[in-house]
């Protein structure tokens, strides 16, 4: 059975960086594409970057210019470098996989889901 676990979450101060890593275990390298979502205390889970297999990448724009998303399919991970952490990034980030090559941002259009990794950001 497909896993997906996250790592590098952690507390942080305001302009800070962190790399989040996704590794997908139990299968083989995949063409799916791949999500990171965050979902904020009293808030939705919300769609935050995506990458095709071949790393066309997609982001929504309160992180573009700072977030970048990458992946290595040979080792099955994903991963999202975050710069100029804000407070306001703070929530637990998800990763997840659709089956399907193209971006959604929607969640329920992705079918597998880690078990999210708390970021939070300080003042």
Known sequence: Q?????SGGGL?????????????SGRTPSTNFMGWFRQAPGKERRF???????GNTYYTDSVKGRFTIS????KNAVYLQMN???P????VYSCAERNALYVA???????KWGQGTQVTVSS
């Not at 942080?12 to 997908?24: E, I, N």
């Open 12 to 24: 942080v101060q305001a302009g800070a960086s962190l790399t989040l890593s996704c590794v997908a």
């Open 2 to 6: 497909v896993q997906l676990v996250e």
């Open 48 to 54: 935050v970057a995506g990458i095709t297999w071949n």
């Open 71 to 74: 992946r290595n399919n040979a």
């Open 105 to 111: 941002t929607a969640p329920k259009e992705y079918t």
């Open 84 to 86: 100029s952490l804000k």
């Open 88 to 91: 306001e990034d703070t929530a």
